[in-house]
């Protein structure tokens, strides 16, 4: 099973809002990773978060991480159609495990 | 720098048959992942490589998938014979060293239709 599942499975908003998605998982991490895939693309780094960080900031994405509920959580601000896309979160509880993404669709 | 290539893009084939896959990783990077994404759910390691060696194959299939990278470079996955049920897109990734700590970077995947 995988070890990160992220929470919804498909979110859909109007450009400009906001977009929170989750993950949770199951054991200890060292660190936790969010990728972006567009459709028929592969996967793009989007941000890193080690186990000792609670947020962490690049540009229009805000990550937390708490690791007493296992959970992190995923914020794109003043979002665009550009933005449309499959977010993964990835934990490293063993090999770098995947979960089953959040489909976004940003509505121009 | 050139990214992560990948060849074919697409590959349609019929069950049993073989097909092989090929990846080039960015110029320098010495692990190199495969992994297999079927539709509508995330990545799932097949393989993991540092340099030309084998870290990690507890999830490929032995009896049907095999990966080699030969000079600790290039590498090709194959699947002889193949099933219905290995139609996915096979993502192969690289990074510059064998931590989970460090970004992934994915080439463009091979989506395999079996028929």
């Known amino acids: 099973s995988q070890q990160g599942e992220e929470d919804p499975q498909a979110l859909s908003i109007q450009e400009g809002e906001n977009a929170t998605m989750n993950c949770s998982y199951k054991t200890s991490i060292n660190n936790l990773q969010w990728y972006r895939q567009n459709s028929g693309r592969g996967l793009v780094h989007l941000i890193l978060i080690r186990s000792n960080e609670r947020e962490k900031h690049s540009g229009r994405l805000r990550v937390t991480l708490d690791t007493s509920k296992k959970s992190s959580s995923l914020l794109i601000t003043a979002s665009r159609a550009a933005d449309t896309a499959s977010y993964f979160c990835a934990t490293d509880a063993r090999a770098l495990t995947f979960g089953s993404g959040t489909r976004l669709q940003v509505q121009p | 720098e050139a990214g992560v290539a990948q060849s074919p893009r697409y590959k349609i084939i019929e069950k049993r048959q073989s097909v092989a896959f090929w990846c080039n990783p960015i110029?320098?990077?010495?692990?190199l992942y495969w992994y297999q994404q079927i539709l509508g759910q995330g990545p799932k390691l097949l393989i993991q490589f540092q340099n030309n060696g084998v870290v990690d194959d507890s999830q490929l299939p032995k009896d049907r998938f095999s990966a080699e990278r030969l000079k600790g470079v290039d590498s090709t996955l194959k699947i002889q014979p193949a099933k219905l049920e290995d139609s996915a897109v096979y993502l192969c990734?690289?990074?510059?060293?064998?931590?989970?700590?460090?970004?992934?970077?994915f080439g463009p995947g091979t989506r395999l239709t079996v028929t």
């Open positions: 110029s320098g990077h010495a692990t």
């Open positions: 990734a690289s990074s510059p060293g064998a931590s989970y700590s460090y970004e992934q970077y």
